[in-house]
Each structure stands twice: as structure tokens, then as C-alpha cells.
Nanobody, 122 residues
Framework: QVHLVESGGGLVQPGGSLRLSCVAS????????MGWFRQAPGKEREFVAI????????RSADSLKGRFTISRDNAKNTVYLQMNSLKPEDTAVYYC???????????????WGQGTQVTVSS
């Protein structure tokens, strides 16, 4: 059974940083592209970032303007999301997802974590 478990969320002040982690089990991690999505209250789930199965390629949402960085460690079955210069509008539940294709749409992913809450507030 596949499990994706996110951690690292919490309350942070505007301008601060957080690093989210997602540990995968039950799948051949190195064979999957990994993505991060987020969903704010009353809004649809939106793409944040994606990384290829070997970590050689990444893409982030243009709206983030380089503030977030995705990375992975295949030896640890873990994908990370480094979030810098956080803004109140970044407040959302953040989800990691695994898929065999490199896609920006949530429909491209086969497995999802339960999410971790990120709240940016003073």
C-alpha cells in the first residue's frame, strides 16, 4: 500500500521560511515524478511545483516567482519543498503527490498525501 506523509507545516510570520517534507513508502520512489499542490479555503487545488523522477528537472508555478524550490532525495524516498519569503496568500494545505508522468495537472498523479497546513500570519 502506498503512503505519502507530509510534514513541516505550521505557523510562520510573513517573510519567513518553511521546509516541507514528504516521505513515500510502498512504491518505487525513483520511478515517480513528485509534485506539490496546495489548496486554500474556498479555492481549488493548485499546482505548486514538480520534480522529475531522477531530480534532474523541476518546474514551479510562475506565480511563485522563484520563492519556492522543490528537491528530492531518492535514497530517503523523500521530496522537499523549500518555501521562502512567505506571504499570507501562501496559507493553504499543502499536498505532495506521486505520478508516473511529468504533469502540472492534479489528474496526472496517482497517489496523494493527507496534506500539511501552512499558515502565514503575524
Amino acid at each position: 500500500q502506498v503512503h505519502l506523509v507530509e510534514s513541516g507545516g505550521g505557523l510562520v510570520q510573513p517573510g519567513g521560511s518553511l521546509r516541507l517534507s514528504c516521505v513515500a513508502s510502498g512504491l518505487t520512489f525513483s520511478g515517480y515524478a513528485m509534485g506539490w499542490f496546495r489548496q486554500a479555503p474556498g479555492k481549488e487545488r493548485e499546482f505548486v511545483a514538480i520534480i522529475t523522477s531522477d531530480g534532474a528537472g523541476t518546474r514551479s508555478a510562475d506565480s511563485l516567482k522563484g520563492r519556492f524550490t522543490i528537491s528530492r532525495d531518492n535514497a530517503k524516498n523523500t521530496v522537499y519543498l523549500q518555501m521562502n519569503s512567505l506571504k499570507p496568500e501562501d496559507t493553504a494545505v499543502y499536498y505532495c503527490a506521486a505520478g508516473v508522468t511529468f504533469g502540472l495537472s492534479s489528474t496526472a498523479y496517482d497517489y496523494w498525501g493527507q496534506g500539511t497546513q501552512v499558515t502565514v500570519s503575524s
